[in-house]
């Protein structure tokens, strides 16, 4: 954990932009407002101002502030600055810019990642700077972990076009990329069969011959080369931010290691262009990262499942490993649009809600970015505090949260989520070859629909890859749901079949590993075994046509493809039907388990069109197996999904955060007075010695109802509820 010994509650601070006479007063209320660590010179007042000539270190100013957080005891999580090397690492290396996919140079001083992490000079240059400041701050006793990078991976802000280049082209990276090629397929006749492609099928006689994409297969080029470029670049990324751990490490044992990452990027879902695997990068440091934005986007109205979507995806990357995650940005203020923003006048409430509800997915750290805003960037960041360094509003919920976390430390800290009821299978190479033929669109509408599914039904969600059928983590989850899963491989198909053979249930809908290995064809639909689990052959397809089915007499939207399903077997069971009498939901037995299959995008399709197809036949699947999550609540006009629910075990204790959103563009169930009645039921035949409610620090009664416990409760609009159970 970090070296504190309470709950790390944080905020981006950069001494060199505010006047020094101030930052004692806003280290105090800082401190006043519950902020007890403070993150610098990762990317503001970082290497590029710190070595403004080579080999001239100016450390002063840093040093000061290491010293004021010193007296005022308070922490800091130092970065590394890897991300904003100086000018004069441009001028010494003229090639170190990252080049585009039509060899332009991404440009000095716009965003930070503009040197490639495979030219020698700047890994040379960024070692010494790092091995210079790690020695300088290592014994100092305000330090407490160090960010390595900063949102790692390319820029995520479009140059040309309006959307992301492609990146990086340089002779050094390809270069690396084509020693990566040749330890992936070890022979040229490997990869000259692997990269195929009839219309200009020239085949490499050297590696020196290897060429990286330059284009995606929308051009009418190879899968295979796409796949592997973009591969090679989530391995590089992975292999950089090992690389400045081990250099941390190889210094300053005693400090932990964090680097900050997205999920569901606006630019870039997946991280397929910006070179992501969240997953491996967990692996390689102490703490993994999100950077939180709600705001941002409007994405709290648009989307609203997006908060705990995006949690619960970093909580999955974490868990599995035996590691806490960390939430290193977290919106603090009016966000996002420039002149004609913000996007969202994110308040004293929004921050409350959002802490709480990082809370109640597990994070360990939060940290708001910024504490103050930037005279230099009028975009709308954020900020506690107002320009000068005044107080505002947010500074109620900043320190009603640093209450709280001081309070409650050592149970935040020890205190966990359980796994997840359901799971979500995702996958790097389904992800970058729908990226690829420019369907990555369609991917997040599937994937964001089957999570929301589950989510307003109250389950606990997690996301797994296919390493984790491998190793056996995914054996425990009560069903893998697979949305747009179209990439599947044999290995994959082979540890889903052992899933449901041992007992799990599995969800599958249209074109369900349609490709496989190299991102070509697979010759069946399921593909391989997945046949016989599902029990279905799709022989021919239909796409964005208005197809629709019933189920149970009632009728239903379907989504974009209309598959024509052959029962392979006879006690297979037909739950619904295509209007023309063919089979759209089919569910099968198989083994212990249960296999579920959609011949169209019905997840898709409570999206897009408000049907309700797969949620009708999962409560039917689900009840049968008597598969229901630890946690219902039940509250008036509950298809809002105003209400969210969590709960944090320690112990005999275990802590129930209640939540809540209003959208004011929909009509909400908070109308008498702003509060609502909240039925809460907990499956638990456990004894109880007592419920509180911690704020308002009176008894809760409760009933027991069956092996549930149901407790009664009025929730106050924007407010927070906690409930503290004590298990006898």
Known sequence: MSKMNKYPYGGGYYPLIHDKREWKRDLLLMKESGI???????????????????????????????????????????????????????????DVNILSNTGKQYPNNVSYTWACIDNPGYLKEAERYMRTLIERYKDHPALDSYQLHNEVGFPFMPIENGGLDIYCYCEHSKKNFRMWIKEKYKTLDNLNHAWTWSATNAPCLTWDQVEPAYVKPTSWSSITRWLDWRLFWMDNFTNFIKWQNDIVKSVDKDHPTTTNIFYMKSFDAFG????????????????IGYDL???????????????????????SISKPLGKPYWIHELESGPINGWILGPDRNTNSDDLVRNAFECLGHD?????????????F???????????????????????????FLDENSEYLLNSRTEKGDIAILTSKENSIVVNGVGQEEFLKTATRAAYRMFWEKGFNVDFITPEHLENGYAKDYKAICMPFMALITEETAEGLSKYVEDGGILIGTARCGMLGKNGWYNHKIPCFNLQNVFGVNAVEVWSKGKYKATYKGKNYDCYWHKEKLQILNKNLKVLARFYDDTPVATVNNYGKGKALYFGTHADAAYLENNSFLMWDVLDDVLK?????????TEYTNRIQREIETHSLSYGNEEMIIVTNYVNPER??????????????????????KSITNYYKNEKVEWTRVDDSIEIELEVTKDKIEILKIVWG
């Not at 009028?378 to 209450?403: A, E, Q, Y």
Request: glycine share 8%; charged share 35%.
């Open 293 to 315: 934005y709600p705001g941002s986007g409007d994405k709290l109205v648009k989307r609203p499942e997006f908060t705990s979507m995006f949690l619960d995806h970093g909580k």
């Open 667 to 688: 009509q909400s169930s908070f109308f008498i007075k702003g509060k609502k009645k909240v039925r809460i039921y907990i499956d638990s035949d456990k004894e109880i």
């Open 624 to 632: 049968e197996k008597s598969i229901k999550p630890r946690i219902k």
């Open 363 to 375: 994070a360990k750290f939060m940290l708001y970015q910024g504490w103050r805003e930037w005279d």
């Open 377 to 403: 960037q009028p975009l709308h960041w954020g900020g506690i505090v107002d320009l000068d360094g005044n107080k505002t509003d947010r500074n109620v919920g900043c320190s009603l949260i640093g209450k």
């Open 36 to 94: 007890n660590i403070v993150r610098t010179a990762e990317l503001f007042n970082t290497w590029d101002r710190i070595e403004k000539e080579e080999g001239k270190f100016d450390f002063e100013f840093l040093d000061e502030f290491f010293d004021l957080c010193e007296e005022l005891d308070m922490k800091i999580l130092l970065g590394t600055g890897t991300a904003s090397p100086p000018y004069w690492i441009h001028e010494k290396y003229p």
């Open 272 to 287: 397929t262009l910006m070179g992501l695997d969240q997953f491996e990068m967990a692996k390689q440091v102490d703490y």
